[in-house]
C-alpha cells in the first residue's frame, strides 16, 4: 500500500477528472495501467454509502461505465489517435455488497475495440473478491467544443 490514504501500489490519482464534473464528484478515481490494461479503483467512503450504510449500487454503475470506457478508449487508440465513446448500453450483475473503506477496482477484457464501435466486459473487485460482473457497448463520439457562454455552467 502507498501512503496516499491507504491506496494500493501502481494505482495514482486519475488527473482525466475535471474539477466540478460527475466523476469528479463521485470519486476520487485511481488508475493503474500496466501495457495495454487499464484498472480503475476507488476507496468506499461515508458519502459513497447508501442508508443501509453500504456503497450505493449507483456509484459502483458510474465505476463500470468509466471504466469499461477508459479501458475501450485505450484499446481504440492503439494505432495514435484520440478517441472517445458514449456508452450504448451498460448491463451489470450485483454479487456482493461493498463496505465502507473497501478498495473497489476494475478488471477490464476488451472485446472488440474498433474506430466506430467497442464492448469490453469484466468485473469489479472488492479487496480481490468479486462484487459485480459488467459488459457495455460504446460507440465513438464526436469531438465538441463547449460553447463560451456556456463554459461556465457545466
Given at each position: ?90 448491463s451489470l450483475q450485483y454479487l456482493a455488497s461493498t463496505q465502507l473503506g473497501d478498495w473497489v477496482q ?40 463547449p460553447e463560451a457562454g456556456n463554459a461556465s455552467e457545466t
Open positions: 500500500m502507498s501512503a496516499q490514504a491507504g491506496i494500493p501500489e501502481g494505482f495514482e490519482l486519475d488527473p482525466r477528472f475535471q474539477p466540478h464534473t460527475f466523476a469528479a464528484l463521485v470519486g476520487p478515481f485511481y488508475t493503474r495501467r500496466r501495457g495495454n490494461d487499464l484498472s480503475l479503483g476507488l476507496r468506499i467512503e461515508s458519502r459513497h454509502c447508501n442508508s443501509r450504510g453500504t456503497c450505493h449500487g449507483g456509484l459502483l454503475a458510474t465505476l463500470a461505465d468509466v471504466a469499461l470506457g477508459y479501458a475501450c478508449a485505450l484499446a481504440a487508440s492503439a494505432d495514435g489517435q484520440k478517441r472517445n465513446f458514449v456508452t450504448v448500453d451498460l476494475s478488471e477490464v477484457t476488451v472485446l472488440t475495440p474498433g474506430s466506430r464501435t467497442a464492448s469490453a466486459t469484466g468485473q469489479l473487485l472488492a479487496n480481490g473478491n468479486p462484487v459485480v460482473r459488467m459488459s457495455a457497448n460504446f460507440r465513438i463520439a464526436r469531438t465538441r467544443t
